[in-house]
T-cell receptor, first 113, second 114 residues
Framework: GQQVMQIPQYQHVQEGEDFTTYCNSS?????IQWYKQRPGGHPVFLIQ?????EVKKQKRLTFQFGEAKKNSSLHITATQTTDVGTYFC?????????????FGQGTTLQVKP | DARVTQTPRHKVTEMGQEVTMRCQPI?????VFWYRQTMMQGLELLAY????????DSGMPKDRFSAEMPDATLATLKIQPSEPRDSAVYFC????????????FGAGTRLSVL
């Protein structure tokens, strides 16, 4: 079935270091989204990637969508303590436009000040 | 500031009791999702609705869980009878269900079944 795998599950970094989380699907995605969940909070939408090879930036965050539309990554440059949380990728399949997303297991980021 | 509203925020109950969680989606959204989040299983999709019609509830234990949308402004998730393994955070999310299928999550209901 449709499944989105995300690695690593956990990442501890020193403040100022970079961080990357990876997302992989066995089948082609129609689009992929990224969400952030702060500790004790709820997932909040960050960005959506639709086009093959697309790269988008939000300040220190860089999001990429693979050429084959089967993988994606989120890279944070020079992490800050405010980056702490769990980052989820969520894939959409097909063109049915049901709105359904398949979420990865998430990568929990800890940042040591 | 439009948001998804979930009630209650916290619920502690005893095994065997009925639990009802409510969700008010963002006005105008036509798609509503129920998720369960645990440390072990992550974010699991339980059920979702489009234009109030259930599209998929395959992620939901049918014998004890039920999800409904009595009207466009209210979605409910019921567990009867509740069991300790149901302890989790339950999130409701809503969206437009289009190509830009962004989901907006509520703050969640933290359920503890003793």
């Amino acid at each position: 079935g449709q499944q989105v795998m995300q690695i690593p599950q956990y990442q501890h970094v020193q403040e100022g270091e970079d961080f990357t989380t990876y997302c992989n699907s066995s089948t082609t995605l129609s689009n992929i989204q990224w969400y952030k969940q702060r500790p004790g909070g709820h997932p909040v939408f960050l960005i959506q990637l639709v086009k093959s090879g697309e790269v988008k930036k939000q300040k220190r965050l860089t999001f990429q969508f693979g050429e084959a539309k089967k993988n994606s990554s989120l890279h944070i440059t020079a992490t800050q303590t405010t980056d702490v949380g769990t980052y989820f990728c969520a894939g959409s399949y097909g063109s049915g436009n049901t709105g359904k997303l398949i979420f990865g297991q998430g990568t929990t980021l800890q940042v040591k000040p | 500031d439009a948001r998804v509203t979930q009630t209650p925020r916290h619920k502690v109950t005893e095994m065997g009791q009925e639990v009802t969680m409510r969700c008010q989606p963002i006005l105008g959204h036509n798609t509503v999702f129920w998720y369960r989040q645990t440390m072990m299983q992550g974010l699991e999709l339980l059920a979702y609705f489009r234009n109030r019609a259930p599209l998929d509830d395959s992620g939901m234990p049918k014998d004890r869980f039920s999800a409904e949308m009595p009207d466009a402004t209210l979605a409910t998730l019921k567990i009867q009878p509740s069991e300790p393994r149901d302890s989790a955070v339950y999130f409701c999310a809503s969206g437009w269900g289009r190509v830009e299928n962004i989901q907006y999550f509520g703050a969640g209901t933290r359920l503890s079944v003793l």
